[in-house]
């Protein structure tokens, strides 16, 4: 089995940062592209960022400059470094890898999901 799971949620006010994290553990050959989704309320999952194994990234053009996506391959980790946060930004953040597991397979697996709120 393999298992996401998600760290760093939480309330800040506009103009705050915070780092989100995911950990990907379990019977895991090799790791392809790992990323972030979120959803606002009423509104559809959008991608946030992407990046590849070979350490290319992508973002959502409405974080692009704020927000930054990086990985650790020795800790199997990808990480959300999400700087001047606006109300906007407010959503579940839900994190996602390609991982190719013991059984050969290469499947996507979702962490379950951390709440971002951005308020004053």
């Known amino acids: 089995q393999v298992q996401l799971v998600e760290s760093g949620g939480g309330l800040v006010q506009p103009g705050e940062s915070l780092r989100l994290s995911c950990a990907a553990s379990g019977r895991i050959v090799s790791i392809n592209d790992m990323g972030w989704y979120r959803q606002a309320p009423g509104k559809e999952r959008e991608l946030v960022a992407i990046?590849?194994?070979?350490?290319?990234?992508n973002y959502a053009d409405s974080v692009k400059g704020r927000f930054t996506v990086s990985r650790d391959n020795a800790k199997n980790t990808v990480y959300l470094q999400m700087n001047n946060l606006k109300p906007e930004d407010t959503a579940v953040y839900s994190c996602?890898?390609?991982?190719?597991?013991?059984?050969?397979?290469?499947?996507?697996?979702w962490g379950q999901g951390t709440q971002v709120i951005v308020s004053s």
């Open positions: 996602y890898s390609h991982i190719r597991s013991y059984t050969g397979y290469l499947s996507s697996y």
């Open positions: 990046i590849t194994s070979g350490s290319t990234t």
